[in-house]
């Protein structure tokens, strides 16, 4: 709007100014030579007086000016063109006159909207000595109407842009303020916690983006939201579990009369073993909690080889009470950048998770290689196997396949997520399919192999 102002008041100053300033010259051009006219009549005369100026201008017309006055040299008006109130006989002291007396050429022009006021005057010489002046006046209303005119014309256009301005500045405004009015209420309303509410803004310009970046980030929110309750639900209901099966437990060693020895062993280990579930549970989601942190150690060069053969080693009880057999190949120039926390956590959860849904006579085979810059980690078993509607869910918190199966064999829904994150935060990948037999599930995870790998 002040841009606008600003170009309003100029539209209406300079050309005024242009114009008057053309008006000045025209007019001191014009009344220059109408002076210099009359003073070449007189310019024959020894000495100016009444009667030889009236004959020597007799003959002279004044073009374009209002009034003549010649003067001696004390400044007394010896001829004056006008009828009325003529001036002849009295001394002026115009200005321009003055000048004149002096031997100069003086011009003046006014302007006070109603008529441009015009003076000029030049001496009148006789052999180099000044001997009078010739002053001409004129009092100009017609190019005062017409400059008025030209005002008011420029006045009216601009009252014109000035409307048109502000109208269209107040239907773009009303326009952008109703838009961001609109993506203002959305994001109060995401604030106070409506993360499905949208902002309905259209169009392609700025405004428009910012709308879709934000119902992007509401995207997210809700995703993070709906993830975030599904957590909090499910790990309630995961320690609310051995929780309730301990309180039972020991309600029915404390009602109980006369218990049999041997029954309060069988109650006191499963209180161990729901503790221990309830230990694990604990651990899993302090886990998570650390890597939702973005608490990452430092990466260093870890050979998987002796990292496998301590696991094999912590699990080879469990899989001989299951029945289950273990086999590994490692290379040993199979060395990742991660943390040995790291490997050990992935292979540790993935064979585990191998054994615990394998049946009798089963096994768990780890194969580890390098490949290119990156270290593979396969781990197949010949389980019962993942549907292909479950597969791309089971890296999901909680998520099971069989929940009554997981519980039975101990599980919490919380180990593949780990590996899984773990994985991924190392700039590595993890997948799961069938094996090419049909029969169980093959785990691949790719890590990046740290540079000079090769220990051979």
């Known amino acids: 709007m002040a841009i606008i102002i600003a170009v309003l008041v100029l539209l209406n100053s300079y050309p005024l100014l242009v114009s008057q300033d053309l008006v000045f010259r025209s007019k001191e051009t014009s009344m220059a030579g109408s002076v210099k006219m009359i003073e070449s009549a007189l310019s024959g005369l020894e000495k100016l ?18 009034r003549v006055l010649v003067t001696d040299i004390a400044g007394r008006v010896l001829y004056d063109t006008r009828e009325t109130e003529n001036a002849q006989g009295q001394y002026v002291f115009y200005t ?7 031997g100069y050429d003086a011009f003046y022009c006014g302007y006070d909207s109603e008529a441009f006021l015009s003076r000029t005057a030049s001496p009148v010489v006789y052999r180099n000595q000044i001997i009078g002046a010739v002053c001409a006046y004129e009092y100009d209303t017609q190019q005062a109407e017409l400059l008025r005119s030209f005002q008011m014309n420029l006045l009216r256009i601009s009252v014109i842009i000035a409307l048109l ?6 239907l773009l405004s009303r326009a952008l303020t109703s838009r961001i009015t609109d993506l203002l209420q959305a994001i109060r309303r995401v604030r106070e916690g409506a993360y499905s509410h949208r902002a309905m803004v259209r169009g ?32 309630s209901h995961e320690l609310k579990t051995p929780l309730a099966g301990i309180r039972l437990l020991t309600d029915s060693i404390l009602q109980t009369e006369d218990i049999d020895p041997r029954m309060t062993r069988e109650f006191v280990g499963d209180i161990g073993q729901e503790a221990e579930r309830l230990s694990r549970i604990t651990e899993d989601l302090l886990r998570l909690t650390k890597l939702d942190s973005g608490a ?6 870890v050979p998987v080889a002796p990292v496998l053969e301590r696991v094999r080693r912590m699990l080879g009880m469990v899989a001989k009470d299951r029945g289950v057999s273990l086999s590994f190949e490692a290379s040993e120039d199979a060395v990742v950048l991660a943390t040995e926390d790291d490997v050990h956590q992935i292979l540790y959860n993935l064979i585990e998770n191998g054994i615990k849904y394998s049946a009798a006579s089963g096994f768990v085979h780890t194969n580890v290689f390098a490949e290119g810059d990156q ?8 389980g019962v196997g993942i549907s292909d509607e479950d597969l791309p869910h089971i890296f999901e918190r909680f998520y099971r396949v069989d929940k009554n199966r997981s519980r039975a064999v101990g599980g919490n829904g919380l180990g593949l997520s780990i590996v899984q994150d773990t994985v991924v935060r190392r700039g590595g990948s993890i997948e799961a399919g069938h094996r090419q037999s049909g029969v169980g599930t093959v785990f691949t995870v790719r890590l990046p192999r740290a540079k000079g790998g090769d220990m051979a």
């Open 296 to 301: 990452v150690e430092e990466a260093t060069a």
């Open 375 to 382: 270290v593979v980690m396969q781990v197949e078993d010949n």
């Open 204 to 235: 392609n310009d700025e405004i428009a983006q910012i709308a879709g970046e934000f119902n992007s980030l509401t995207d997210r929110l809700q995703t993070t939201e709906n993830a975030r309750r599904r957590f909090v639900s499910d790990a």
């Open 165 to 170: 301005v502000v109208g269209l500045s107040a």
């Open 49 to 66: 007086t009444e009667d030889n100026v009236r004959q020597a201008l007799s003959g002279v017309e004044e073009n374009g000016v209002n």
């Open 96 to 102: 321009e006159v003055v000048q004149a007396l002096q």
